[in-house]
């Protein structure tokens, strides 16, 4: 069953080869099996699991189930769901029982979707490695002693051993391709606005985007359907009609220009990484692409302008953790200042304060200019770096990551050379374009993710791209061992 993509899934379960209750039960126990080895849940929500799959289960019967109706996903722990613990992975909220559930996870749970239960991440998605959660680091299920990536590194490893057949996650700069590619799995970060924020607890706000973590495109694609849409609670969401992703998956690629970013195969990218980036560019080739070298001059700023930005914008939204309304409160306060001081000195760890510490310093009279409105002038030519490629060519391919998973540990005491790990996906958040990681080979047993980017709204393309690739390519049936 965990090897099935969610259409399989949908035909046994209308088949009534297997209910809802059965299926969600399965995968509840492999995560009671397999998930001491990952930890790559926070929350388990076994009761309410069997509750909704009960619920599927009668729809099936009263012949209105949907396509995705009694299907389990896990929700990362970054999104609120009414009545269940959302902790963000931090210990500010490791009290908090979310009074309200986000968008999408309405969307998903009136999709008749089984929520299993939430899946742990960096602490306020702050991270590459998944080794900020207040809730211990998660590991690779490709190798226990490797990160899956992160932030949505819970999300991607629960799903890369098939303890969730589906997963949601958030990229704010890379946090559902990086992972998606470090567990050899399929993550797309939809267009800035096309999935709701409403009850996503927000890092940065102009780059969050949440999206689906997924074993295919295909199934990429299908969850895709259900997140988006808009939502008047959320005023960054867009006002557009919907859209089948899957519309245009059985397309052929001929007559695709692919574009090829100098910028994106230099220095700084692994060497074995590159080798599998150039056989799988020739497998487009042969499914009719074309290839074009092109330029994005200023990706060497997205990095810096990041680190600008996003902290600037986590420094305004965490000063709501305050010890007052909600959340950590510290023992004892003597007054007002001692509680917000101790409330957030005690219950932050040390990356969400870093970040506090540079935004705050970035956005302080007298710096705002020189440090923040300097980084807003350099997203400008970020973004117009892309559009210009987009006259040329119809997507840019490129790597989701400049290496294979790293070890535990290696890096996390090196913030910088963590910072560096996202070069080749900050600047579509920057620039607010969709982008998707898919699995395309392996390095030392270790997943490869290849990046593709694409314009404004074209997620429908680049998941028919991917799912082409798909078909000629089984990269993505690869499983890892152990998890049988
Ligand atoms: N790794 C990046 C960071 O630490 C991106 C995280 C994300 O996309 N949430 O900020």
Redesign the pocket.
Not at 125 to 128: C, D, L, P, R, W
Not at 170 to 175: K, L, Y
């Given at each position: 069953m965990h090897k099935k993509t969610l259409l399989e899934l949908s035909q046994t379960l209308r088949k009534r080869e297997i209910s809802s209750v059965e299926l969600t039960r399965y995968f509840l126990s492999r995560i009671e099996r397999y998930d001491s080895q990952l930890n790559s849940f926070i929350t388990i929500t076994p009761e309410l699991a069997l509750q909704q799959a009960q619920l599927a289960d009668d729809s099936y019967k009263a012949g209105t189930a949907d396509l995705l109706t009694g299907i389990p996903l896990a929700h990362k722990d970054i999104f609120c769901t009414l009545g269940v613990k959302t902790s963000c992975g931090s210990k500010m909220l490791d009290n908090f029982i979310a009074p309200y559930n986000a968008t999408v996870v309405e969307k998903c749970q009136a999709a008749g979707m089984v929520m299993l239960g939430k899946t742990n991440m960096?602490e306020f998605?702050?991270?590459?490695s998944n080794e900020t959660s207040y809730y211990g680091a998660v590991k690779n299920p490709w190798d226990t002693a490797a990160v899956p990536g992160?932030?949505s590194g819970g999300s991607a490893a629960a799903v890369a051993a098939g303890i969730a057949p589906i997963a949601t996650g958030?990229?704010?700069?890379?946090?559902i391709r990086?992972p998606a590619a470090l567990c050899g799995l399929t993550g797309l970060k939809p267009t800035y606005g096309t999935v709701s924020r409403y009850g996503m607890i927000a890092?940065a706000s102009s780059l969050d985007q949440g999206g689906p973590i997924a074993k295919t495109a295909e199934d990429a694609a299908l969850l895709l359907n259900v997140m988006t849409g808009f939502d008047q609670r959320d005023s960054t969401s867009l006002d557009r009609p919907t859209e089948d992703y899957t519309a245009h998956l059985q397309r052929d690629i001929k007559g695709l220009k692919i574009g090829l970013p100098k910028e994106y195969f230099g220095e700084g990218l692994d060497h074995e990484v590159a080798k599998v980036l150039e056989a799988a560019i020739k497998e487009l080739e042969q499914a009719g692409a074309s290839l074009h070298e092109i330029h994005l001059p200023n990706t060497h700023l997205a990095v810096p302008v990041?680190y600008i930005i996003?902290p600037a914008e986590c420094s305004s939204n965490l000063s709501r953790y305050d010890g007052v309304r909600f959340g950590y409160r510290c023992e004892n306060p003597k007054d007002l200042i001692d509680m917000y001081k101790r409330s957030r000195g005690e219950a932050f760890g040390a990356e969400v304060k870093r970040r506090i510490m540079i935004g705050t310093y970035a956005l302080s009279a007298g710096y705002y200019d020189a440090y923040y409105l300097k980084a807003q002038q350099l997203r400008r030519l970020i973004s117009n770096d892309f559009q210009q490629a987009f006259q040329q060519v119809d997507v840019i391919l490129g790597p989701t990551s400049p290496s294979v998973a790293f070890n535990l540990g290696e890096k996390a005491n090196d913030p910088v050379t963590m910072?560096l790990s996202?070069i080749y996906t900050?600047a579509t958040?920057l620039a607010g374009i969709p982008a998707l990681s898919i699995p395309a080979g392996f390095v030392n047993q270790r997943p490869v993710g290849l990046q593709l980017l694409g314009n404004y709204f074209s997620e429908a393309r680049l998941l028919n791209i991917a799912h082409q690739y798909q078909q000629r390519t089984d990269w993505h049936q690869q499983k890892p061992q152990g998890f049988a």
């Open positions: 960096d998605a702050m991270g590459s992160g932030s958030t990229d704010t700069g890379g946090s990086q890092f990041y996003a910072y996202d900050i958040n």
